[in-house]
């Protein structure tokens, strides 16, 4: 489990597969009256368009599939516009083995090299055992 990560805009954040859940506490630059403060949030690549507003300043995923997303946040003071600058945080979910692309080939793979080799023993028990006749 991590907390108190900080975030660069440039660097992906990576969450392993096994990281179901993860929580984003954000806060607004603006100490003057906080419980006015309103946030959205967009997760590229999951959401389909902002979150209604909120005061709560945290965000809460779970069960994301693995690939590539952006965390989009912007705040407002009471009731003003919306900020300019949004704050974009990449993710990035690492896949498990099993759902790389290249697992199931492999599989395969193995699977008939496994099929052809024990084939091939049989055939040269039941050779040696016919020679012995």
């Not at 660069?8 to 954000?26: G, H, M, N, Q, W």
């Not at 949004?86 to 699977?111: G, H, N």
Request: charged fraction near 20%; aromatic fraction near 14%; charge should be positive.
């Amino acid at each position: 489990m991590l907390s108190n990560v900080n975030f660069t805009e440039k660097e992906p954040f990576t969450l392993s597969f096994r990281d179901r859940i993860f929580t984003v506490a954000y806060s607004l630059l603006d100490y003057r009256n906080p419980s006015a403060h309103e946030y959205q949030h967009y997760l590229e690549g999951f959401d389909a368009d902002w979150s209604i507003p909120a005061s709560l300043p945290v965000v809460r995923y779970s069960d994301l599939a693995p690939g590539h997303y952006t965390l989009h946040i912007r705040g407002r003071s009471g009731q003003g516009e919306w900020s300019e600058k949004t704050r974009s945080i990449p993710i990035v979910i690492t896949p498990a083995l099993y759902q790389r692309p290249w697992f199931w080939p492999l599989v395969v793979l193995l699977a008939t090299g496994l099929i052809t080799g024990l084939m091939q023993y049989r055939l040269y028990l039941l050779n040696r055992r016919s020679c012995r006749s």
